[in-house]
């Protein structure tokens, strides 16, 4: 392609609407996207024998205490449910009546670890050692302890640290850059994070978002008319954030953070241009042009998500952001003639992380 001269610095250059279809071409225009609860229903008594021994198990852990999940690693404390001060601990389970000795007698508030369970005719037994043992000691009725209240729920820890990659649609205005990539573009990103207290995240992200546009202008010097044929925008952006996560159930949450990034924009387009002289074209050929700037803006993420397991999450967000702006009307492009008005935009997207 013949490389066209570029306008001149010191011309001014005017937009002018490009001609609509239907009417007489100017000039070279004619080149033209329930929590899983736990299963209340099991029925611990329903099963007697080996069958059952290695059935995760769940029993009131004490009288008048909630329906506990016994798992390997329940932490509980000795309540005897007779009252007596002392729970008996057996070698095996089923206790005296079942040909076991008896290991020992734990008093009322001693610390033991579940590490194992059986079903018998006569109840729920629990394998267990005492706080701080490695193996297991004995064995004891459930009903004779009682899981520590951090121990009742069945909602998994959640790591510290986290990561996240999303996708997302996003619309980008002001008006006459919302006119000319009406279609919307699209993003993706990646987010690191770090818990900070009960429900407090501090985020790091990075994204790179593009958009295809059809020009609306065609650009007028003294010397040079061009004719923009498409157009690209692309965006990368770095951003610090602050946010809180609430859990909305064992497998729900609700998650937001808001705070500032540093943006490269760029946007190029193809062109035709014609050379004048007088007023007359003297000259026609194809080019490129492009803009490149370093801008402050914001950005705001809000979202649901659902684990898909203990620490994998799918989440359905929006996310809002501003980017400060700054033209100089010297380029054939959209961006070099809206001022100063933001860059500002929304969009809707799919993420995936822990």
């Known amino acids: 392609m013949a490389a066209g001269p570029e306008p001149a610095s010191d011309d001014e250059k005017q937009r ?14 004619q080149k033209k996207d329930k929590d899983n609860k736990d299963d ?5 008594g329903c099963c007697y024998g080996d069958d059952a021994e290695d059935d995760a198990t769940s029993e009131p852990s004490a009288k008048g205490h909630p329906k ?9 404390i000795v309540m005897p449910a007779d009252s007596s001060g002392e729970a008996l601990m057996w070698s095996d389970p089923g206790g005296e009546g079942a040909g076991a000795e008896l290991v020992t007698d734990l008093p009322e508030g001693s610390d033991v670890v579940v590490h194992d369970s059986r079903v018998l005719q006569d109840g729920l037994w629990l394998q267990v050692s005492v706080a701080g043992a490695q193996a297991p000691m004995g064995w004891m ?5 009682v899981a520590r209240r951090s121990e009742l729920p069945s909602t998994p820890p959640r790591p510290p640290f986290g990561v996240v990659v999303d ?29 900070v207290g009960r429900m407090g995240r501090a985020v790091l992200s990075a994204g790179f978002s593009w958009a295809k546009g059809q020009p609306k202008f065609n650009y007028v010097t003294p010397t040079q008319i061009d004719y923009p044929r498409s157009s690209l925008l ?38 035709d241009y014609d050379s004048l002289q007088g007023g007359v074209v003297v000259g026609s050929g194809h080019r490129q042009e492009s803009l490149k700037q370093w801008r402050i803006g914001g950005q705001f993420n ?8 203990a620490h994998t999450r799918l989440a359905f ?25 933001p860059l500002v935009g929304g969009g809707i997207g799919i993420s995936l992380g822990y």
């Open 16 to 29: 002018v609407p490009k001609t609509p279809s239907g009417e007489k071409e100017r000039a070279g225009d």
């Open 40 to 44: 209340e229903g099991d029925n611990p």
């Open 68 to 76: 506990v999940q016994w798992v390997k690693g329940t932490r509980a």
């Open 141 to 145: 009725r459930a009903e004779d302890l």
């Open 167 to 195: 996708v997302s649609w996003f619309h980008i205005g002001p008006q006459d850059v919302s006119d000319e990539y009406d279609g919307g573009g699209w993003r993706t990103g990646l987010q690191g994070f770090r818990r």
């Open 234 to 271: 692309q965006i990368v952006d770095l951003g610090l954030a602050a946010g809180l996560d609430f859990r909305l159930g064992t497998r729900s949450d609700f998650r937001f953070d808001i705070g500032p990034m540093l943006c490269w924009a760029r946007e190029s387009a193809k062109m």
């Open 302 to 309: 809000m979202g649901i998500g659902i684990r898909l397991h």
């Open 317 to 341: 967000f929006i996310r809002a952001f501003a980017i400060s702006w700054k033209s100089e009307s010297q380029k054939s492009l959209t961006l070099d003639f809206i001022g100063t008005e």
